[in-house]
């Protein structure tokens, strides 16, 4: 059984920092492009950012880059998003998603097979 749990979520500050983790089991992330989703209230679910650690590619939105971070320790089977300078747009339910490598590296929402029930941010200003 594939199981992904995210943590980390919490309530913070507008410029504030958050260290969101998503553990994986029952895959290997390293055969996986793991993928940050967010959803805040009324709108639609978002691809935040992706990794792939076999091939080293990370994309990120716009919206994020140079505040948001992804890593991955294949070790812990644990993908990171470090998240710096928040802002009260960044306030959403966070989920991680994982799909085969074989499939490529997107940030739709439909091409994700495995999902973790979401941690929440809420930042405030």
């Known amino acids: 059984e594939v199981q992904l749990v995210e943590s980390g979520g919490g309530l913070v500050q507008a410029g504030g920092s958050l260290r969101l983790s998503c553990v994986a089991s029952g895959i290997n992330i390293e055969d996986h492009v793991i993928g940050w989703f967010r959803q805040a209230p009324g709108k639609k679910r978002e691809g935040v950012s992706c990794i792939s650690s076999r091939y080293d590619k990370m994309y990120y939105i716009d919206s994020v880059k140079g505040r948001f971070t992804i890593d991955s320790d294949d070790a812990n089977n644990t993908v990171h998003l470090q998240m710096n300078s928040l802002t009260p747009e960044d306030t959403a339910i966070y989920y991680c998603?994982?799909?085969?490598?074989?499939?490529?590296?997107?940030?739709?929402?439909?091409?994700?097979?495995?999902w973790g029930q979401g941690t929440q941010v809420t930042v405030s200003s």
């Open positions: 998603a994982a799909v085969s490598i074989e499939y490529g590296m997107g940030l739709q929402d439909y091409e994700y097979d495995y």
